[in-house]
Structure formats: C-alpha cells, structure tokens
C-alpha cells in the first residue's frame, strides 16, 4: 500500500510499539464514544503502523466482528459509503 513503510523504530517495530498499548486506546475509545453516544458503542479499530493491520475491538464475538467487517467492505466495494474518515 502506497503510503505504508517496514522501518524498524530501534529495536522494537512500531507495530510491537502500539499493539503492547492498543488496549489501553481500545478503553479510551470504548468511554469516549459512549459519552458521546450516550450508549456502549461497539467498534473494532485498524492501525498500520508497519504496513501489517494491527486491530482491537470492544467485543468478545470475534466472529460477528468479522461478519460485521466484512458487511461493511462488500457494501463498500459495491459503491455504498459506510466508511466515513478524516483525514485532518
């Protein structure tokens, strides 16, 4: 993916960098989006810090995870907008 680098930040990949600290994001996210929400919002958040996906999420079913995912990327690939960013 164009954009993406394999650089290794010394000794310890950014990838193994963040994954030891994606738990704790995952928490902060989980409070935030609920203050916004008003409700638990469950969510499943990529990174690509070396080029390799690195992901979390609130849920324990990995499984309707993944189908959620890939709901969302067949929708996506058909032409439907469901991934909304910002890229500020």
Same mark, same amino acid.
Request: glycine letters at 8%; charged letters at 40%; hydrophobic letters at 30%.
């Given at each position: 993916m164009e954009g993406f680098t394999d650089r290794v930040i010394v000794g310890q990949s950014a990838n193994q960098k963040i994954d030891e600290k994606l738990a704790l994001v995952a928490g902060d996210l989980a409070k935030i989006l609920e203050q916004i929400g008003g409700q638990p919002v469950a969510f499943a958040l990529f990174v690509f810090p070396d080029g390799e996906p690195l992901y979390v999420s609130n849920s324990n079913?990995? #499984? #309707? *995870?993944? $189908?959620? *995912? #890939? !709901?969302?990327?067949?929708r996506r690939? $058909?032409?439907?907008?469901?991934?909304? !960013? +910002?890229? +500020?």
């Open positions: 079913d990995r #499984e #309707e *995870i993944a $189908r959620r *995912i #890939e !709901h969302a990327v067949r690939l $058909r032409g439907g907008k469901t991934i909304i !960013h +910002n890229r +500020n």
